[in-house]
């Protein structure tokens, strides 16, 4: 995670254990790109139910949480 003007810039790394792990799977189910994807889809889920907006990097290799977060409905943030 890092901090850019806009809010954080959340980006990750493949492991080497990982992208074995990926290697073995891909016959079977995803590959390293869709495994990505997968985790990318999952953390954008869970910051926007959390009330966060984020955006894709434009080379989609990361998300950019904005720094302004908005509550769901009915709650007060406290």
Avoid: K
């Avoid at 590959?31 to 926007?48: E, F, H, K, P, Y």
């Avoid at 959390?50 to 720094?67: E, K, M, R, S």
């Amino acid at each position: 995670m890092t901090e850019v003007s806009a809010g954080a810039l959340v980006s990750w790394t493949a492991s080497d254990g990982f992208t074995a792990l990926a290697r073995d799977q891909a016959g079977r189910a995803a590959s390293n790109d869709s495994m990505r994807m997968i985790v990318q889809t999952a953390v954008t889920g869970l910051l926007v139910q959390l009330g966060h907006t984020v955006t894709d990097t434009p080379d989609g290799g990361g998300l950019v949480v904005l720094a302004e977060a908005v509550l769901p409905r009915g709650d007060t943030g406290s």
